[in-house]
């Protein structure tokens, strides 16, 4: 049985045929329009692009916003025009097919469970947390097996908690939010922090923020890292710093056996995750009388959200 998982981002719509391993058998994608009808067509031109090639039975989609608890309405999604608009029921019509709609950091935390850096060989984790560090911090969490939503369907937020008391401004409208610490983003503040209180500590970096128009990028900063530039490992070394803070925080309340960190800025965890771990297992309450969780990284990167979408697809026409 083949399904397809759509990725709704803020700039493109990714979709994939998926089968029921995990694999993704064929792509297709357009740029993401900025209103309403026009991003609902685009999407069932995807869909409808890979119906053409592949005998497909259910179309699961991601986004990043809050989904009411029955999975067809977007309530609201910071990057996409839907607010409040039964997406499931809209798309499902035009492309005749059911549709299930889930939150991108759930779907993808559920796609590593099954397929990916959680599954494991019988001994699968059954509590997880999943944390998605990219231009903020997409999460989602997995209690025995199962995602928690919350009893509105819009947990966890995890990454508005605030981690520093008058801290960094957030467009969330709050101040110190663990995401404006550690993300891609977040490299990018700590960075431009670092060179105004000293230009000539990187040479290298200070030119590079001069010349690009649009200021420098999370993978600019890894990649200088990476190299062994001095800011650059200070900034890696900060974000290392608020992961482990931030994980101990939220490890206090739902104590996981195993942390996945997905998203762009995973693909540079040999900078970050050691030291990240040492920070968790400093600030978590009684950590040297506990056992702790694993951190690990995710293993399907950014196709996680397209296949955990179509794994829900699949589960939902199973169950009819
Ligand atoms: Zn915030």
């Not at 600019?220 to 290392?240: F, I, K, N, S, Y």
């Not at 309450?285 to 955990?308: F, N």
């Amino acid at each position: 049985m083949l399904t397809v998982g759509v990725d709704v981002g803020g700039t493109s719509v990714r979709a994939g045929v998926v089968d029921a391993d995990g694999t993704v058998l064929d792509t297709a994608r357009a740029a993401t329009p900025g209103q309403d009808t026009a991003l609902e067509s685009a999407i069932v031109g995807v869909i409808a692009e890979l119906a053409a090639r592949h005998p497909v039975c259910a179309v699961g989609l991601a986004l990043a916003g809050f989904v009411t608890p029955d999975r067809r309405v977007v309530r609201f999604a910071p990057h996409l025009p839907w607010r409040g608009v039964p997406v499931a029921d809209r798309i499902a019509e035009r492309c005749a097919l059911p549709v299930v709609i889930e939150h991108d950091a759930n779907a993808a935390a559920l796609a590593e469970r099954r397929f990916g850096a959680a599954s494991g060989s019988g001994a699968r984790a059954r509590s997880i947390l999943f944390i998605a560090l990219g231009t903020g911090i997409g999460a989602a969490l997995l209690i025995d097996g199962r995602l928690y939503r919350g009893a509105h369907g819009v947990a966890p937020e995890l990454g508005h908690l605030r981690v520093v008391p008058d801290g960094r401004p957030c467009p969330c409208g709050k101040r110190g939010c663990w995401e404006r610490y550690c993300s891609g983003t977040a490299l990018v503040t700590t960075l431009v922090e670092l060179l105004a209180a000293d230009p000539s500590a990187s040479p290298t970096l200070a030119r590079m923020a001069k010349l690009e128009a649009r200021g420098i990028t999370g993978r600019q900063v890894a990649t200088a890292a990476r190299d062994g530039d001095p800011l650059g490992r200070r900034a890696m070394a900060e974000l290392a710093r608020w992961l482990g803070e931030g994980l101990a925080l939220v490890a206090d309340v739902y104590d996981p056996e195993l942390v996945v960190i997905g998203g762009g800025v995973s693909g540079s965890a040999t900078l970050f995750l050691d030291d990240a771990r040492e920070h968790y297992a400093r600030v978590v309450t009684g950590g040297q009388h506990r056992p702790l969780a694993r951190i690990r990284t995710a293993q399907l990167g950014e196709e996680g959200g397209v296949i955990g979408a179509a794994e829900l697809a699949r589960e939902a026409r199973s169950r009819r």
